[in-house]
């Protein structure tokens, strides 16, 4: 594709296009909002209105978008289950796409994209967000670099609150298996994989986990069921360990009943010859404990260089113009991330160790 503006199409305008993918590609140099689709009429409209678009230009179907020549690309933010129809459709008709994460609700579903898109080589990218946190792009750099040896253990913690029961969340989606595949696991335990991954350079080797739910069931989201309560049939929590081929020893914890907890990841990462601390709340930093700070237990904010401050999807468009170098993860590790989850689910069903086999 030459360097243009590019048509682009937002598909599924919840709360994840709203939030980074529409403004992500207002802000992006060379493309524009040319179309979008929901099945929500309601949302469908504000949306557009939101985005001063003609009546024509948004669509309920995601096919007729997909026809409609209004759009060179396309972002996928539909609910897990959709992930993979949808991106199926825009790869077989030749649009380059973005798509949520986790790829899909299993790893045999979402196989078929993975193999399209091996074969056509069509332009993709997988929402992995964390890789454009300006810390991560860092620490990245600073392991690679052997700053702080060989890494020996890696512990990560990504918390959040709104599922405690006084918040009084309903089920939506992400409490629906058919439609999420799991629940914190795929929600935020899929991020926190692939962010080791892209921090060490490594893959897993093998998984022993212990997911659970602590909610059981929540009220109905159908207006006409007046609050009737749903059983709920993904987990709460995921609690897992995991080794790298490079012999690291890794521990995740993920949550979304911790009280008082917004967006909240801490990952802690021990080589043998240093230390670093990667933090997100409001807000990413990198602290790092090396040489003479050792004896002190002393761990010292880093100022971190403006090159790692970058944009998701400035990056997906700089792709679409030939850029790859934007690090942005793909559809090859969208579905090796979707094989894993597979294995930390069945690790906590089983109770046992479940090998893992890179593709």
């Known amino acids: 594709m030459s360097e243009q503006i590019i048509r682009y199409g937002i598909i599924g305008c919840g709360g994840i296009a709203r939030g980074a993918h529409i403004p992500g590609i207002q802000a992006a140099v060379g493309a524009e909002i040319t179309a979008i689709c929901d099945i929500n009429q309601e949302r469908l409209e504000q949306t557009r209105q939101a985005l001063g678009l003609a009546p024509e230009a948004a669509f309920t179907d995601y096919t007729a978008l997909l026809d409609s020549g209004l759009v060179d690309a396309v972002s996928v933010t539909t609910p897990n289950h959709m992930h993979i129809p949808v991106a199926m459709a825009a790869a077989e008709r030749g649009i380059p796409f973005a798509c949520e994460k986790p790829l899909s609700v299993d790893a045999p579903t979402a196989k078929p994209l993975y193999d399209l898109v091996m074969k056509t080589g069509i332009k993709n990218m997988v929402c992995f967000s964390y890789r454009f946190k300006k810390a991560a792009r860092y620490a990245r750099d600073l392991i690679a670099e052997?700053?702080?040896?060989?890494?020996?253990?890696?512990?990560?913690?990504?918390?959040?609150?709104?599922?405690?029961?006084?918040?009084?969340?309903?089920?939506v989606w992400r409490f629906d298996r058919a439609a999420s595949g799991s629940g914190t696991l795929a929600d935020l335990g899929s991020h926190m994989l692939d962010l080791v991954r892209f921090l060490t350079g490594e893959e897993y080797t093998c998984f022993a986990a212990q997911n659970g739910t602590f909610v059981l069931d929540r009220r109905s989201i159908d207006p006409a069921k007046n609050g009737v309560r749903e059983a709920v049939d993904v987990d709460d929590y995921a609690h897992y360990f995991a080794n790298t081929t490079g012999g690291i020893a890794a521990s995740f914890e993920i949550s979304r009943n911790a009280f008082g907890r917004g967006n909240?990841?801490?990952?802690?990462?021990?080589?043998?010859r240093g230390a670093l601390i990667y933090e997100l709340e409001d807000d990413d930093f990198l602290e790092i404990?090396?040489?003479?700070?050792?004896?002190?237990?002393?761990?010292?904010?880093?100022?971190?260089p403006q090159k790692y401050r970058v944009s998701q999807m400035q990056c997906f468009i700089d792709r679409l113009n030939g850029d790859e170098y934007g690090l942005a993860a793909t559809v090859a590790d969208g579905y090796e991330?979707?094989?894993?989850?597979?294995?930390?689910?069945?690790?906590?069903?089983?109770?046992?160790t479940v090998k893992h086999i890179v593709q």
């Open 264 to 272: 909240f990841q801490h990952i802690e990462i021990y080589g043998d």
């Open 289 to 304: 404990c090396e040489g003479a700070d050792e004896g002190s237990h002393t761990f010292r904010r880093l100022e971190i």
């Open 337 to 352: 991330d979707m094989l894993e989850l597979d294995e930390i689910i069945r690790s906590s069903d089983e109770g046992i």
């Open 146 to 171: 052997g700053r702080i040896g060989t890494i020996r253990h890696i512990y990560v913690r990504y918390l959040q609150g709104w599922g405690n029961p006084e918040k009084d969340c309903p089920r």
